[in-house]
């Protein structure tokens, strides 16, 4: 996978009743398989969220919580472009769209990843259809929604620098 300068991924988990994001090595954005393995090694006991934006393209959201694992992607459209995309695709067991079906942009996965935290499907949905907003904007933007925009801003600048 082509590694471009918007790649990212944080964990974000609650540790002593606090939120806490961690850059994870961008390396782990090039499989799904890296990123799950990346996030059980949180130390958190209550569950970890992975947010990774690749690109200007899309973004995942991977969220684990004991032995479950879930996965929203923002564009299924992407998988025809991103291993990534195609990736998670395959774990949803949806098939890739052809070409025909790439006018829109169609968020796919588990669409209540964030439900019990706040983000409903609706908001979901709209801010992963949102065309004038990048995917480091929308992740940004349901940080601050979910409470951890601080942490996750200090992750962010791992990787974009301050």
């Known amino acids: 996978m082509q590694e471009t300068s918007g790649?990212?991924?944080?964990?974000?988990y609650r540790e002593d009743e606090a939120w806490e994001a961690?850059?994870?090595?961008?390396?782990?954005?090039e499989s799904l398989?890296?990123?799950?393995?990346a996030l059980r090694q949180q130390p958190s006991m209550s569950g970890v969220i992975g947010l990774t934006a690749i690109a200007d393209d899309f973004f995942?959201?991977?969220?684990?919580v004991g032995s479950q694992v879930s996965h929203f992607v923002s564009d299924l459209t992407a998988s025809v472009d991103w291993p990534l995309a195609a990736q998670v695709l395959e774990?949803?067991?949806?098939?890739?769209?052809?070409?025909?079906?790439?006018?829109?942009?169609?968020?796919?996965?588990?669409?209540s990843i964030l439900a019990d935290l706040g983000?409903?499907?609706m908001e979901l949905c709209a801010l992963a259809g949102d065309l004038d907003l990048f995917p480091d904007e929308v992740l940004g933007s349901l940080?601050?929604?979910?409470g951890?925009?601080?942490?996750?801003?200090?992750?962010?600048?791992?990787?974009?620098?301050p």
């Open 119 to 121: 983000v409903d499907e």
């Open 60 to 64: 995942v959201i991977t969220r684990i």
């Open 148 to 161: 951890f925009g601080q942490a996750f801003d200090r992750a962010l600048d791992e990787f974009t620098g």
């Open 7 to 12: 790649d990212f991924c944080i964990a974000v």
């Open 143 to 146: 940080a601050r929604r979910l």
């Open 91 to 111: 774990y949803l067991d949806i098939p890739v769209p052809y070409d025909e079906d790439l006018d829109q942009v169609l968020p796919a996965g588990d669409l």
């Open 33 to 37: 398989d890296a990123i799950v393995h």
């Open 22 to 29: 961690q850059a994870l090595p961008l390396s782990v954005t």
